[in-house]
């Protein structure tokens, strides 16, 4: 039987989660980002999610679950001061007011959070969707949740839809030209390519579906 809610222990476990998809695919990231970029996104992707998952422990389920995002998004934006550390923790700290009170989260709640983490990284890394950042999965994440909240879908089928057009968004980024970081500077190379950082947002949201599914 699955739930259909995430409480703040489930959240605690998905980071733990998070802590071990970003290890595993630390060098695929690496070489992903070597090709456009500087070569740092799986260094800081692992290291910033270890240090989450680590402090999120460390506060406990009782802190509740808009604080473990602010936790969340603190400790990233400490480990891991990159571009894209910046980013990610930026999400999680405006998802954290977005849940604010909240003891579970339901599938709306969980529109809600992506939607705050997509305006945040939107505004903080002055992107638009199209400019091939991880953006272009974003925006379809908080459209499809809220499609699946309006439509009552369980929180199991809603985050795997949104995983799926996830993954659609950044397999279209490839067609995209890169307009930001260094990505930017080799604009035509970067046809072909999936975006580095698009991929992060499909990984995160593959792995919190799977994650709820499995429970």
Do not use: C
């Not at 259909?4 to 998070?18: P, Q, R, V, Y």
């Not at 070489?31 to 999120?56: C, E, H, N, W």
């Not at 995209?176 to 035509?188: M, N, S, V």
């Amino acid at each position: 039987m699955t739930i259909e809610t995430l409480n703040a222990a489930g959240l605690i476990n998905l980071f733990k989660s998070w802590k071990d998809l970003f290890s595993e695919q630390r060098e695929f990231l690496i070489a992903l980002d070597g090709k456009v970029g500087d070569s740092d996104l799986g260094i800081t992707m692992s290291k910033s999610f270890a240090a989450a998952a680590d402090a999120l422990e460390a506060e406990g389920e009782a802190a509740g679950i808009a604080k473990l995002l602010r936790t969340a998004g603190a400790t990233m934006a400490r480990t891991a001061p990159s571009t894209m550390g910046t980013l990610t923790a930026t999400g999680f700290l405006r998802a954290s007011k977005a849940v604010e009170g909240k003891d579970v989260l339901e599938t709306a709640d969980m529109a809600a959070f992506w939607r705050a983490y997509r305006d945040g990284v939107a505004e903080r890394g002055k992107a638009k969707v199209g400019d091939k950042t991880l953006l272009d999965v974003l925006d379809p994440i908080a459209v499809t949740l809220e499609a699946q909240a309006v439509a009552g879908a369980s929180l199991a089928d809603a985050l795997n839809a949104a995983a799926d057009a996830a993954e659609q968004a950044l397999e279209a980024t490839k067609s995209l030209l890169a307009q930001h970081g260094k990505a930017a500077a080799f604009q035509e190379k970067t046809i072909g390519l999936q975006d580095a950082g698009a991929t992060v947002g499909a990984f995160l949201i593959r792995r919190m579906a799977d994650f709820v599914a499995s429970r």
